[in-house]
Structure formats: structure tokens, C-alpha cells
């Protein structure tokens, strides 16, 4: 076994990867960049050393800057995680001829398998089943043009030397090809420096199913059962579980069995998942098809190790050192189910933009006395997110012994998950973990986009319990800090010299509505004034959690409440629902907002890719006028209305802000 290992990444892969090397007893070598010189993974591990600048370019994706950390800090070994250089052939060479170990496949097997188009010949002379679709070398827009024809749309654009949903469209007819070509084929330069495409029929009703395989340099080669992956926004993924739902140990048997074949075509060896596609009854029709090999270990690993008891990282770390596989088929086993969801910088409600900024304040699940709540991060309360790197904040795992106990713990988790300083999808998750349809296991890939009414209504107005718990804790937060002060005018209770208590007014607005809560300080308790009417209440209050008892008019009603801020923000925790609104400031100068409908401005941080129109233009309704990228992936500005362009104020590659004026268009 290796002696110390330098870890080729960041986040909460970073950090996982050095977990489970300090429990083995192998020490750690960190590699940062500029953005992350006090992140969580370089505090993780044994040492750590500078490569570059922020820019994945400049830093993490420096193979030379990388291997010289290696060979100056003496690690033996370099764990590459998933991203970066994970799938990276000729990283993986450069390793071997330092005489430093990659802890990954073969650079052969990596070249086949990262190819998706070479990578389907050979899973078709496995005898592997495929979507029927072209995969050849000809990248001539009009024979794939030509090709997507007679594969029959809708079809699927698959960047050949990537993942990650990057480089991935779809078009669901001849007209919208060439754009969602043209899209595709950026994104997978800019991602992977490689513009070739592979084109397949779409399957509009169809499930994601992936299947964890491990190979040693022994000849060994296993599968560890499914995930299913099928909650998917952009083509990436959001919740996964395993082992997928409705699944028979026949079609089980038979998917891994075509994994491992498709492992063994290039003598594979270490983690690796082969991704297919299925019919959404594949239990019952038994059709499935190839897509891809991931030639690392996936993101959603956790779910396999939660069912199966096992740590992948140590089984890579052990077959990279020459050792056998730990266990062969016959042994393992699948026990109970787990999930996983992705707690992402994203806005959902404005297409599930990334977002950055800083975590002013996270509250997770407490998982130090359960082993089956799991939490993955690379994060702290107080760290950036920002556009140089992917948004993810961590991974909520769960473990159970039943499909729906799995689940409602999920619910429960994300009930006490919570991120204060910039968009996030937890409420989301929220939604998606109770939604009936995904309780039921009636998913497939368009589950998102199925039930987005659902999973995506309006915020929902604070209820009077709401209303009454945030103005509550704020009274409590005020009333301790006046508590030092003997100054009469600093009691914050509604105390007037010889006159009654008067109420104190908390004044909240979320859009254009306005709530006033009045709170009247007596011994007992208070007396509320809220939307509703008048209530009595008592409440007891420990930092930012409350239990809340009133009186209604249908008797009384007890409530618990956890209550964030952050500025004029206001974030209310309350019976699985969570209520955002703002704290109005009385002395702030009034706000007139300029922007109307023709001032179209980006709806997120990121460069300018393409712009498609000029001063002058006349544009029809959805006809697109700006193309932007922000990590690695691609938005699309349209025309709102018909009209006349009237000043475009950014050029190609000029960045711009959130919020920044793009174009001005005039109505006609």
C-alpha cells in the first residue's frame, strides 16, 4: 500500500478521497489555486502546495504543474478524482513514465472508452446493446444534418469526448438541428478542446441506470449493482438511488453482466460505471442500451457504498497498489436502499442557472450520531462559490432499509438543510422527495420537466405561524442584546414610562404584498397581531429555533420554527415548507426599478460567447440575440416580443455581471 497519495482536485472529492487515506493510514498532498488557498481540502489533507490561478486552466488542469508537486512532496500515487484530469489519457501516461502511480484505468482503456463514438464500436462487437444512432468519425454538418434524419427525431447530440451533460442537446425536429448543433459543438470545445459529436435517437420515456464495476490488474472484474439516474435537469443529474426501483434480479444479473463485458473489452481495471439508457419498464421489456463508460469513480458513488457496505476509494487505493479486489461477485450483496441528492448554487426558478456568492449561513442534518445520514462537502459557512468551478455545495446521503424509509428520511434531511447568501435548489429537493409520482417510483428522465408546476409554484405566501415565529426570534435576538444596556431607551419589550406597553411593529414583504406582525410583550406570553386577527401566544426560543404555541380560533396550535437572516432576508423553517421574505426597513430610501421588458440583462455571472444580432435588427419573438456561458454550460437570450434592436452593449468574450444590461430592445 502506497505510504502518501496527492489528491489532483478540490471540493468534496478532495476531501472524501483524504478521508478515507487518513483512515488507512496513507498520508495526503493537496494542489490548490488561487480562489482555493483556504478551502476545506487543502485544511483536509497532510500538506499542500500552490499550482496556479483561479481557472481550472491555470491550475487544476496543469498535468506538468501537478507532477511536479508529486515528485518534490514524494507521494507515490496520484488520485485524480472525478473531473479535471480524471479521464485525461495522457495525464494518466505522463504518471506512468514518472513512475508514479495513477489510480485509474489503463491511458488505453481511458482512450477507448473516452471516445464515445469508438467507444460504441466496441461495446457493439461486446455484443453490447446500443441506441440506434451514428457514431462515425465524419463530422460534416450536413451528413450529420443527414444522419439525424434517418435516425428520426427527436434526437440526442452527444459531445464524443465528454460528460457531464456538457456538450449535449437535443432537437426535436430538422429545424432546430443546426442551432442545437452549433450549441453543442461550443460546448464541447470549450469543455473537453474537442468539437466531435455522436448523434442517437432520443427516448422521450426513458430511465438513466448506471452500473458501479471494478476491475483489478488480476483479471478480477465485478459488478456492484445499479443506481438509477434518472432525475436529471440540463442532463445532469439531481437525486440518484440504489438500487433502482422495480428492478428483478434476472434484469439486475443481466445489466451487470453486459457492464463487466463491456469492462472486460478493454481490460479494464479500477472504478468505472457504464452508464445505458433503458426503457422506463425495463424490468419488464428488458430493453436497455449502452451509452457511455465513465472511466472513474461517479459522483453519486456514496449510494453504492451506503447499500453494499463497502469504500470505493480503498478498493481503488488497494487495486492501484497491486493488491485483488477485496471481494469477488459472489459476495456481495445489496442491503436496504439509499439516496443521494445534490445541493446545488442554482436558481430553479430561472432554469437552473448556476448562481455564486458567499455561504453567509448553512445548516445542515446533524450526521455525527447516524450512519445512515452521510453528508459530502467541500464547503464551510462562510466560503465562496464562485464561476470558475462547479456549483455544487455537497451531497446528502441516506440509508434505510426500505425504499420509503429511505426516502422520508431524504424528506426529513432536507428538512433541516438550509443555505442563506445565494439562490440554492433545496427547496426544490424539498418538493421532489415528496412528490407523489417520484414516492411512487413513476420516474424517468422527463420527471423534471413533467411535473415542474409541482416542484417549482410560486413561493408560497408566510403563513400567520411563519410570520409570527420570524418576528418572535427577531424580538428575542433584539431583547438579548439590549439586555447589557441600562439605558431605558434600548429595552426592546414595547416599555413605555408610565403608560401601557405599546405593540412592536415587524413590517416583512415578499414581491409587491406587504405583512405586519404586532407583538405586545406581556408576563405571561404576548399577544399577537397578525393578518388573521389577534392571537395569544407563548413561545420558547433557543437561538434560531422556536416552539411557538397559539391560541386560534380552532383552539390552540403548537408549532416549531427555525428562523435565518441574513441582512433584510428572512429564511422560515416550518413543517417541511420554507417561507423566504424580506424584513422591511423603514429608513431605506424608496427603490424604483428601471428595467422594464425591453432591457433584457443576464441572468447570471459568465462570459459572452456569441452575439447574434446588431443595432438596427429587426427580431421576431424567441428568435435568439446573445449567447452566454457560465460554467461550462450554455443560456440563451432571446427576443421576449417582436421589435427593433436598439443598442447591444457587450462583444464576444467580455464578461459580465448578474443583472448586467445585455440589449435593448424596442416593441413594435
Known amino acids: 500500500m502506497f505510504s502518501k497519495i496527492l489528491i489532483a482536485n478540490r471540493g468534496e472529492i478532495a476531501v472524501r478521497v483524504a478521508r478515507t487515506a487518513r483512515r488507512m493510514g496513507v498520508r495526503t498532498v493537496a494542489v490548490y489555486s488561487d480562489a482555493d488557498r483556504d478551502a476545506m481540502h487543502v485544511a483536509a489533507c497532510d500538506e499542500a502546495f500552490h499550482i496556479g490561478g483561479a481557472a481550472p486552466k491555470d491550475s487544476y488542469l496543469r498535468g506538468d504543474k501537478i507532477l511536479e508537486v508529486a515528485k518534490k512532496s514524494g507521494a507515490q500515487a496520484i488520485h485524480p478524482g472525478y473531473g479535471f484530469l480524471s479521464e485525461n489519457e495522457d495525464f494518466a501516461r505522463k504518471c506512468a513514465k514518472s513512475n508514479i502511480v495513477f489510480v485509474g484505468p489503463t491511458p488505453e482503456a481511458i482512450e477507448a472508452m473516452g471516445l464515445k463514438a469508438e467507444s460504441k464500436r466496441l461495446m457493439e462487437k461486446a455484443g453490447v446493446p446500443l441506441v440506434p444512432g451514428y457514431h462515425g468519425e465524419a463530422q460534416d454538418d450536413a451528413l450529420l444534418a443527414k444522419e439525424a434524419e434517418r435516425i428520426g427525431f427527436p434526437v440526442l447530440i452527444k459531445a464524443s469526448a465528454g460528460g457531464g451533460g456538457k456538450g449535449m442537446k437535443v432537437a426535436e425536429s430538422a429545424a432546430e438541428f443546426a442551432q442545437a448543433l452549433a450549441s453543442a459543438k461550443r460546448e464541447a470545445k470549450n469543455s473537453f478542446g474537442d468539437d466531435n459529436v455522436l448523434i442517437e435517437r432520443y427516448l422521450k420515456r426513458s430511465r438513466h441506470i448506471e452500473i458501479q464495476v471494478f476491475g483489478d490488474t488480476h483479471g478480477n472484474c465485478v459488478y456492484l449493482f445499479e443506481r438509477d439516474c434518472s432525475l436529471q435537469r440540463r442532463h445532469q443529474k439531481v437525486i440518484e438511488e440504489a438500487p433502482a426501483p422495480g428492478m428483478t434480479p434476472a434484469m439486475r444479473k443481466q445489466m451487470g453482466e453486459a457492464a463487466v463485458a463491456a469492462a472486460k473489452a478493454v481490460a479494464y481495471v479500477g472504478a468505472g460505471t457504464v452508464e445505458f439508457i433503458a426503457e422506463h419498464d425495463v424490468a419488464q421489456s428488458g430493453r436497455f442500451y449502452f451509452m457511455e463508460m465513465n472511466t472513474r469513480l461517479q459522483v453519486e458513488h456514496p449510494v453504492t457504498e451506503m447499500i453494499t457496505g463497502l469504500d470505493l476509494v480503498e478498493w481503488q487505493l488497494r487495486v492501484a497498489s497491486g493488491e485483488r479486489l477485496p471481494k469477488l461477485q459472489d ?28 455561504i453567509e449561513q448553512l445548516r445542515a442534518p446533524c450526521t455525527s450520531a447516524s450512519a445512515s445520514v452521510r453528508i459530502d462537502t467541500g464547503v464551510r459557512e462562510g466560503d465562496e462559490i464562485t464561476p470558475n468551478y462547479d456549483p455544487m455545495i455537497a451531497k446528502l446521503v441516506v440509508h434505510a432499509p426500505t425504499r420509503t424509509q429511505a426516502l422520508a428520511r431524504l424528506a426529513d434531511a432536507l428538512d433541516e438543510y438550509a443555505v442563506i447568501g445565494f439562490a440554492n435548489n433545496v427547496e426544490f429537493l424539498q418538493r421532489t422527495a415528496r412528490h407523489p409520482a417520484f414516492i411512487n417510483a413513476d420516474i424517468d428522465t422527463g420527471f423534471i420537466a413533467k411535473h415542474s408546476d409541482a416542484l417549482l409554484p410560486p413561493l408560497p405566501a408566510p403563513s400567520d405561524a411563519a410570520l409570527a415565529a420570524c418576528a418572535l426570534v427577531e424580538l428575542h435576538r433584539a431583547r438579548a442584546a439590549s439586555a447589557s444596556d441600562a439605558s431605558p431607551w434600548a429595552r426592546a419589550d414595547g416599555f413605555w414610562l408610565g403608560q401601557p406597553n405599546q405593540a412592536i411593529r415587524f413590517r416583512y414583504q415578499q414581491h409587491d404584498q406587504a405583512y405586519e406582525v404586532g407583538v405586545l410583550v406581556r408576563d405571561a406570553g404576548y399577544m399577537l397581531t397578525l393578518p388573521s386577527g389577534a392571537h395569544c401566544a407563548t413561545a420558547a426560543i433557543e437561538g434560531e429555533a422556536i416552539t411557538l404555541t397559539m391560541n386560534t380560533g380552532a383552539g390552540e396550535s403548537k408549532t416549531s420554527a427555525r428562523v435565518l437572516q441574513h441582512g433584510l432576508q428572512r429564511v422560515v423553517l416550518l413543517h417541511g ?55 461550462k454550460m450554455e443560456h440563451t437570450i432571446v427576443a421576449p416580443f417582436e421589435g427593433k434592436v436598439e443598442a447591444v452593449y457587450f462583444a464576444a468574450k467580455e464578461q459580465v455581471k448578474e443583472g448586467a444590461e445585455l440589449v435593448a430592445l424596442e416593441a413594435e
Do not use: C, W
Open 331 to 358: 459476495e456481495l450483496q445489496i442491503n436496504g436502499h439509499a439516496f443521494e441528492a445534490r445541493i446545488y448554487a442554482e436558481n430553479p426558478r430561472n432554469q437552473f442557472l448556476p448562481a455564486i456568492g458567499k
Open 577 to 631: 415548507e420554507r417561507y423566504e421574505f424580506n424584513a422591511i426597513d423603514p429608513y431605506a430610501p424608496p427603490h424604483e426599478d428601471e428595467a422594464h421588458a425591453g432591457h433584457l440583462t443576464a441572468p447570471m455571472p459568465g462570459s459572452v460567447v456569441s452575439v447574434l444580432v446588431k443595432a438596427g435588427d429587426k427580431v421576431a419573438k424567441g428568435q435568439p440575440l446573445i449567447i452566454m456561458e457560465a460554467m
